[in-house]
T-cell receptor, first 115, second 115 residues
Framework: ETGVTQTPRHLVMGMTNKKSLKCEQH?????MYWYKQSAKKPLELMFVYSLEERVENNSVPSRFSPECPNSSHLFLHLHTLQPEDSALYLC??????????????FGNGTRLTVT | DQQVKQNSPSLSVQEGRISILNCDYTNSMFDYFLWYKKYPAEGPTFLISISSIKDKNEDGRFTVFLNKSAKHLSLHIVPSQPGDSAVYFC??????????????FGKGTLLTVNP
């Protein structure tokens, strides 16, 4: 079992569909993240959850709705997306401590295409 | 405004030679820097990191150098191997508010190691 697992790996959806991306981490971490990678752009942070509480929402449109039911699972609910939302969506986890730093561990991503 | 910049989109080196990947940053509050490697169809994998209190960190064939006064870091791979061919992302933590969990990424450099 890999550390961070994302499903599905590929998703094609129409603009009127509703779908969800799922992420699960098996590393015992206490923080989970959604990042977006578009062509020719750096990875962009979307949301951060620490101990199941959202601590960061990086000005993401409301058509993206995250959910973190526990420290091991993270969802990204999608509805009425636009074609420009087509991208690679990456989930990550890390262990946040009081003052230290720790690397993020990423899943393999969901390649989303909005038609 | 890009706070982490990788100005070379691609780099090609011969097997056995040294690969040098460069990264510049603008936010002087960053205090932890990381390099990630990404193969196609996979998520980024953590490679090596360095704290701002150090100027060098070494792990096997990989060495990261940090020049705080120049706001510049570099990743050296020696000797380079064909399996090192991947996209390399520079990332930084810290910043406004001292958030020690957010990662700000560069756009990446595609390294090709030729046999």
């Amino acid at each position: 079992e890999t550390g961070v697992t994302q499903t599905p790996r590929h998703l094609v959806m129409g603009m009127t569909n509703k779908k969800s991306l799922k992420c699960e981490q098996h590393l015992g971490h206490n923080a989970m993240y959604w990042y977006k990678q578009s062509a020719k752009k750096p990875l962009e942070l979307m949301f951060v959850y620490s101990l199941e509480e959202r601590v960061e929402n990086n000005s993401v449109p409301s058509r993206f709705s995250p959910e973190c039911p526990n420290s091991s699972h993270l969802f990204l609910h999608l509805h009425t997306l636009q074609p420009e939302d087509s991208a690679l969506y990456l989930c990550a986890s890390s262990h946040i401590t009081g003052g230290g730093h720790s690397p993020l561990h990423f899943g393999n991503g969901t390649r989303l295409t909005v038609t | 405004d890009q706070q982490v910049k990788q100005n070379s989109p691609s780099l090609s080196v011969q097997e056995g030679r040294i690969s040098i990947l460069n990264c510049d940053y603008t936010n002087s509050m960053f205090d932890y820097f990381l390099w990630y490697k990404k193969y196609p169809a996979e998520g980024p994998t953590f490679l090596i990191s360095i704290s701002s209190i150090k100027d060098k960190n070494e792990d096997g064939r990989f060495t990261v150098f940090l020049n705080k006064s120049a706001k510049h870091l570099s990743l050296h791979i020696v000797p380079s191997q064909p399996g090192d061919s991947a996209v390399y992302f520079c990332a930084a933590q810290g910043g406004r508010g001292g958030s020690n969990y957010k990662l700000t990424f560069g756009k990446g450099t595609l390294l090709t190691v030729n046999p």
